[in-house]
């Protein structure tokens, strides 16, 4: 798979899934993914890419919780996070190598790291429906957790395309390296919070 980007923790290469050996199955549409990889290889690596999973697909069910809430007024768009599954490679005679496989963004936007994982937001692309979204995560699960980390794409229209969330929580054991704690969760719901009263926009 060709690499094309690099994170601080992982790399993301353009990749081809098929449900068909047959190789004229791929260079479908529907067949391209991205294929995201540990930069680091651990004895732990399944359980790794199960916690990404896992997290990604928490977001996806946030995200759907929160466009049909009162958290999300008219005027804010929708948000659509990537929903990812864990692929298992076995060649012969070498260990398993692991990827988080997903649909690509749109491309038809560039994409933006909207905020980080530590209370940080981007002055140049902030946006109530983030902003709102974010409050929602933590509201919602009665601050138990808060989902943090978004970035992706913004469509003409106003929505939003998010992967690679991360999740912030009061169980340290869960959701992986990028799971900071409560601590920097109450760091990151504060800062979202002032930003919405800076810019008069209330809960």
Known sequence: PYLFAEGETRV???GQLSASPHARHLNKPDSSVILKEFKRVSSSDRKRYMDQ????NIAFFLAN???NSKFRPPHCGSITYLQACVVEMTPANSSSRYFCAEAPLPDDEPFVKFGDNTGYWNAEHMDETLLRF???THAVTGHYLMLTDLQGVKRRNGDFVLTDPAILCKDIL????TNLGREFMKKCANATEAH????????
Do not use: D, P, T
């Open 53 to 56: 999973m896992e997290v990604s």
């Open 196 to 203: 919405m009263s800076e810019r008069g926009w209330k809960m």
């Open 174 to 177: 869960r959701f992986g390296s």
């Open 65 to 67: 919780e929160y466009n």
């Open 134 to 136: 974010a409050l929602f």
């Open 12 to 14: 993301a290469r353009f």
